[in-house]
């Protein structure tokens, strides 16, 4: 893949307190906040992206007369495609560059590729258990096949990248670091993902959230590596942290932290009454369910897996406290049934 200078070039957008912000769209869900500060040393960043945005990116910190050889630390919030698989082929590009993660996904991704291979295997098992009808099972299959086909096909483009995730340093909870002159704090926030961590500024009380809340709603996460305690746990810790702004991975600025924080616990709660209350008017399956809480218009772009992933964990916790039951029919479709 070569790294060339795009048609449209983002803004490298000053957003106060010495950070910067940088809106790389994506060919799916909502575009990537990549946010960065300029240190003694040169360039901090909080994710990087898409592999496909990497021109993107090279082109944007042109605007500001930098360059990948002034990248010298990049630190991911966790390992959700959009966030980190532009490292398989940055790193190739940006020789000087030491990069930062929770110390479990150091130690248990290795080959990006294959763990990639294993969440589309989890993917399709969460649509088989979701679409009874065959051929509108066959349809969102093959949909979502031709999305990760496009993924390997942009690493197969390049002879520069690396399959093999690289992490420099890893990172365990609590743990504080400088970057060119800038102390920064990490809480390990699982939830949306097992790997997630937040990096903090606690001089300026910045808390980089990653995607654990998305556009003051709840964070929409996978079934297939999130987890629904996790997530409510991370939620009650941040709201005893000091947090002055939360600098969300994709859409604006979150007005008021705690505040939203609360809001998305409750929005949570709301959601697990409301399938309760579905199903004991009667049995209902994954789809329908889903559909009930967040919509049909989700069926479009790359949103349904995770949607489908967030209402599945509310089914799991359901179910574990003895509510309902999962009756499991041919090719893995589940049916639902209250049990009180």
């Known amino acids: 893949m070569k790294v060339t200078i795009p048609k449209r070039i983002p803004d490298m957008e000053d957003i106060g307190d010495g950070v910067f912000k940088i809106i790389l769209p994506q060919p799916f869900y909502a575009p990537n906040n990549i946010y960065l500060y300029q240190g003694d040393d040169g360039l901090t960043l909080i994710d990087s992206g898409y592999i496909e945005s990497i021109p993107m990116l090279q082109a944007s910190l042109k605007t ?10 990049i630190i991911y919030t966790h390992n959700h ?8 082929v940055l790193k190739s590009y940006a020789k000087n560059v030491t990069y930062y993660g929770y110390r ?11 763990s990639m291979v294993l969440f589309e295997e989890a993917t399709e098992d969460l649509f088989h258990k979701a679409f009874g009808d065959k051929e509108e099972l066959d349809r969102i299959l093959e949909e979502s096949r031709q999305g990760w086909r496009q993924f390997y096909s942009k690493f197969s483009e390049t002879k520069k990248g690396d399959p093999v995730l690289r992490i420099d340093v890893k990172i365990d909870h609590n743990d504080s670091l400088e970057f060119g002159g800038r102390l920064l704090r990490f809480l390990h926030t699982p939830g949306h993902n097992l790997y997630h961590i937040t990096p903090v500024d606690p001089s300026t009380g910045i808390y980089f ?12 996460y996978s079934e297939m590596d999130g987890n629904l305690s996790d997530y409510y746990f991370t939620l009650s810790k941040l709201l005893e942290e000091p947090i002055k702004r939360m600098l969300p991975a994709h859409g604006s600025e979150i007005e008021d932290p705690k505040k939203t924080i609360t809001l998305v616990k409750k929005t949570l709660s709301i959601l697990e009454k409301g399938v309760l209350r579905r199903l004991r008017e009667g049995e209902s399956d994954l789809k329908v369910l889903m559909e009930a809480a967040i919509g049909k218009k989700v069926h479009n772009g790359g949103h349904l897996p995770t ?3 967030l209402v599945y964990s509310i089914i799991q916790k359901l179910v574990l406290e003895g509510q309902i ?5 041919e090719n893995g479709y589940e049916i639902f049934h209250f049990i009180g």
């Open 64 to 73: 500001k007369g930098f360059s990948f050889k002034d990248i010298r630390h």
């Open 81 to 88: 495609l959009d966030h980190i698989s532009s490292s398989l």
């Open 104 to 114: 479990a996904m150091a130690d248990g991704v290795g080959n990006y590729l294959e």
């Open 209 to 220: 959230s990653g995607d654990l809340i998305i556009a003051n709603l709840t964070a929409i």
């Open 307 to 309: 949607a489908l992933g």
């Open 325 to 329: 039951r999962i009756e499991k029919r």
